[in-house]
């Protein structure tokens, strides 16, 4: 059955760097689209990042610049790495692959704070 097992969430300072990584099994990795979704207390889920089985990216205004994602179709890996965190940034933190249907992790909590 389809797997997606996040990893790399943690507890950060504000302008600190995390690395989250999500490791896919059970589906046809390359033909999916892959990406974040994050949700904050209190909030509605929200887009973070995809990339796409055809190599385009895509990023949430709030995080361009900062976030960056990627993809190892060999690995079956998504990973989202995230430098100059903020305080707004705290949320559990989802990956997801899409085709017809999507698919969710169990997220992983980042905390940005002092």
């Known amino acids: 059955q389809v797997q997606l097992v996040e990893s790399g969430g943690g507890l950060v300072q504000p302008g600190g760097s995390l690395r989250l990584s999500c490791a896919a099994s059970?589906?046809?990795?390359?033909?999916?689209?892959m990406g974040w979704y994050r949700q904050a207390p209190g909030k509605q889920r929200e887009f973070v990042a995809s990339?796409?089985?055809?190599?385009?990216?895509n990023y949430a205004d709030s995080v361009k610049g900062r976030f960056t994602i990627s993809r190892d179709n060999n690995k079956n890996t998504v990973s989202l790495q995230m430098n100059g965190l903020k305080p707004e940034d705290t949320a559990v933190y989802y990956c997801?692959?899409?085709?017809?249907?999507?698919?969710w992790g169990q997220g992983t909590q980042v905390t940005v704070s002092s």
């Open positions: 997801y692959a899409r085709q017809y249907r999507i698919y």
């Open positions: 059970g589906f046809t990795f390359s033909n999916y689209n």
């Open positions: 990339f796409t089985n055809n190599g385009n990216t």
